[in-house]
């Protein structure tokens, strides 16, 4: 059963069969590549460390080499600061 938060937010979780790549591609995949590489490494926090931050996505911007790092924070909305005139008391909203 959903979690009331997915509800919330109208997500809704879709089941895959066991072990059926066909109809979970994308989890299998990364499941493969965590059992191919996670050797070369410490541990899986250095492997997700590189994962995220290092190794360019091909379903990313692959032209610029774009890790999931680099996406995120392209992706982020502009920070919004409010300044207050302390004379005039009114607020802007600066990006």
Same mark, same amino acid.
């Given at each position: 059963?959903?979690?009331?938060?997915?509800?919330?937010?109208?997500?809704? /979780?879709?089941?895959?069969?066991?072990?059926?790549?066909?109809?979970?591609?994308?989890?299998?995949?990364?499941?493969? *590549?965590?059992?191919?590489?996670?050797?070369?490494?410490?541990?899986? /926090?250095?492997? &997700?460390?590189?994962?995220?931050? &290092?190794?360019? /996505?091909?379903?990313?911007?692959?032209?610029?080499?774009?890790?999931?790092? *680099?996406?995120?924070?392209?992706?982020?909305?502009?920070?919004?600061?409010? &300044?207050?005139?302390?004379?005039?008391?009114?607020?802007?909203?600066?990006?």
């Amino acid at each position: 059963m959903p979690s009331t938060e997915l509800v919330r937010l109208g997500i809704r /979780h879709i089941l895959a069969r066991v072990n059926h790549p066909q109809t979970n591609g994308k989890l299998e995949r990364f499941h493969g *590549e965590i059992q191919r590489k996670l050797n070369r490494f410490e541990d899986v /926090h250095r492997f &997700v460390a590189w994962w995220n931050h &290092v190794r360019p /996505h091909m379903s990313l911007d692959w032209d610029n080499l774009e890790t999931p790092a *680099e996406a995120f924070i392209r992706k982020m909305p502009p920070k919004r600061t409010t &300044v207050v005139d302390e004379q005039s008391g009114e607020v802007y909203d600066v990006t």
